[in-house]
């Protein structure tokens, strides 16, 4: 499910809101996608979402950049793109 949400944001930049509030979003596709990279930023704020996603050969691994893993799952589950 996470793999497939991370899939509906467009590749490059998009915008969506979040808990309402507006995130600029940037997602960035790799190795023909075996890999993504998101970063999230607040427009009025400070806050921000940043992650790796890897897909292997015996696994699918989420690596969030220092923040937890759940606020990353509650971002990519609930954005609401524009």
């Known amino acids: 499910m996470l793999l497939e949400n991370i899939k509906r944001i467009p590749e490059g930049y998009s915008e969506g809101i979040y808990n309402n509030v507006k995130y600029s979003i940037t997602k960035e596709v790799f190795n023909n996608g075996k890999s993504y ?3 999230a930023k607040e427009l009025q704020g ?3 979402i940043s992650l790796n ?5 015996t696994s699918e691994l989420l690596k969030p950049c220092e923040m937890p893993e759940q606020k990353v799952i509650d971002f990519i589950e609930n954005i609401q793109l524009l």
């Open 46 to 48: 400070n806050d921000f």
């Open 53 to 57: 996603y890897y897909i292997t050969s």
């Open 37 to 39: 990279k998101v970063y």
